[in-house]
């Protein structure tokens, strides 16, 4: 059985800082990429970030750009987040996510093992 549990979320001013992690258990962690994705209440889940199974090409969307950096410590079978200069409009559920490939692509469909979330909440 897969799974994935996110931790590191909760309540910080804009400007602050946060890193999530991600726990990856049931399979080997090799061969997948990672992704993280985000949503608010009433919106669609939306890309934030992914990395490919060996850690290169990490992907942000442009909007974390600068701020946000993913790794992946694949011997701990761990994946994280680390969150700088938060907005508000950062504020969220996180989840992380397993890609059905060795890359991280960018859309919902191509992830086939979801985690609970973690909320974000950036004071504004």
């Known amino acids: 059985q897969v799974r994935l549990v996110e931790s590191g979320g909760g309540l910080v001013r804009a400007g602050g800082s946060l890193r999530l992690s991600c726990a990856v258990s049931?399979?080997?962690?090799?061969?997948?990429?990672m992704g993280w994705f985000r949503q608010a209440p009433e919106k669609e889940r939306k890309f934030v970030a992914s990395?490919?199974?060996?850690?290169?090409?990490?992907n942000y969307v442009d909007s974390v750009k600068g701020r946000f950096t993913i790794s992946r410590d694949d011997a701990r079978n761990t994946v994280y987040l680390q969150m700088n200069s938060l907005k508000h409009e950062d504020t969220a559920v996180y989840y992380c996510?397993?890609?059905?490939?060795?890359?991280?692509?960018?859309?919902?469909?191509?992830?086939?093992?979801w985690g609970q979330g973690t909320q974000v909440t950036v004071s504004s």
């Open positions: 990395i490919s199974w060996g850690g290169g090409t990490p």
């Open positions: 049931g399979h080997t962690f090799n061969n997948y990429g």
């Open positions: 996510a397993r890609s059905k490939t060795y890359s991280g692509p960018t859309a919902v469909g191509w992830y086939d093992y």
